[in-house]
C-alpha cells in the first residue's frame, strides 16, 4: 500500500526558518517524483514544485522558485520542503502528492496535509 | 504564467447531472485531471489523462475534453458528491498547473 506520510503542523514566527517532511513508503520512492502543493486558507491548490529521488532532478512552479526549496533524502524515503525566512503569506496547508512511477502528469497518491502557520 | 479557469460555483439537484468546465490556451495538447477535495480532507483523483477513471471512483464520474475547455461530468449526481473539484493539466514545459476550482453545490 502506498502511502505519504507528512510531519506534523508548525508554528513559526516570521523570519524563521523551517523544513517540512513526507515519508513515503510502499512503492519505489527513488523511482518516483514526488511534488509539493500549497493551499492557502478558504483557497485553491497551487503546485509548488516536484522532485525525483533517485537523481534529485528537481523542478519548480515559477511562482515558487527561490521562494523554497525542495529536497530529498532517498535513503529514508523522505522528501522535504523548506523556507529559509518565513513570511506570514506563507501560512497555510502543505500537501506532498506522487504521481504513478510511469508518469502520467497527475498525482494519485496523497499525503495528509502539513499546516504551517506562521504568526508574530 | 499558464492559468486554468473554473466557474466558482456549480448547483445541481440530485439525480441530475452536474458539469464542471475547465479552460486554458491550448488545453487539448495537454493532459487533464480531476480532484475531488471536502472540507478538512486531501484531494482525491478522481479523473486522469482527460478521460480515465481510476479504480474505486464511481462510474457517474466522467472525463472529456473538446479543444481548450476539459469537462467533468457527474452523472446522476449524489449528496455525497457536494466538494470542490479543481482541474489540473501537465505537460513537459508547464509541468503542473491546478485550475482555479469549482465548489459543487447539491440542493
Known amino acids: 500500500e502506498v502511502r505519504l506520510v507528512q510531519s506534523g503542523a508548525e508554528v513559526k514566527k516570521p523570519g524563521e526558518s523551517l523544513k517540512i517532511s513526507c515519508k513515503g513508503s510502499g512503492y519505489s520512492f527513488s523511482s518516483s517524483w514526488i511534488g509539493w502543493v500549497r493551499q492557502m486558507p478558504g483557497k485553491g491548490l497551487e503546485w509548488i514544485g516536484i522532485?525525483?529521488?533517485?537523481?534529485?532532478?528537481?523542478r519548480y512552479s515559477p511562482s515558487f522558485q527561490g521562494q523554497v526549496t525542495i529536497s530529498a533524502d532517498k535513503s529514508i524515503t523522505t522528501a522535504y520542503l523548506q523556507w529559509d525566512s518565513l513570511k506570514a503569506s506563507d501560512s497555510a496547508m502543505y500537501y506532498c502528492?506522487?504521481?504513478?512511477?510511469?508518469?502520467?502528469?497527475?498525482?494519485?497518491?496523497w499525503g495528509q496535509g502539513t499546516l504551517v502557520t506562521v504568526s508574530s | 504564467s499558464y492559468e486554468l479557469t473554473q466557474p466558482p460555483s456549480v448547483s445541481v439537484s440530485p439525480g441530475q447531472r452536474a458539469t464542471i468546465t475547465c479552460s486554458g490556451d491550448k488545453l487539448g495538447d495537454k493532459l487533464t485531471s480531476w480532484y475531488q477535495q471536502k472540507p478538512g480532507q486531501s484531494p482525491v483523483l478522481v479523473i486522469y489523462r482527460n478521460t480515465r477513471r481510476p479504480s474505486g471512483i464511481p462510474e457517474r464520474f466522467s472525463g472529456s475534453i473538446s479543444g481548450n475547455t476539459a469537462t467533468l461530468t457527474i452523472s446522476g449526481t449524489q449528496a455525497m458528491d457536494e466538494s470542490d473539484y479543481y482541474c489540473?493539466?501537465?505537460?513537459?514545459?508547464?509541468?503542473?498547473?491546478f485550475g482555479t476550482g469549482t465548489k459543487v453545490t447539491v440542493l
Open positions: 502528492a506522487s504521481p504513478p512511477t510511469n508518469g502520467g502528469g497527475y498525482f494519485d497518491y
Open positions: 489540473q493539466a501537465w505537460d513537459f514545459n508547464t509541468h503542473y498547473v
Open positions: 522532485i525525483y529521488p533517485g537523481d534529485s532532478d528537481t
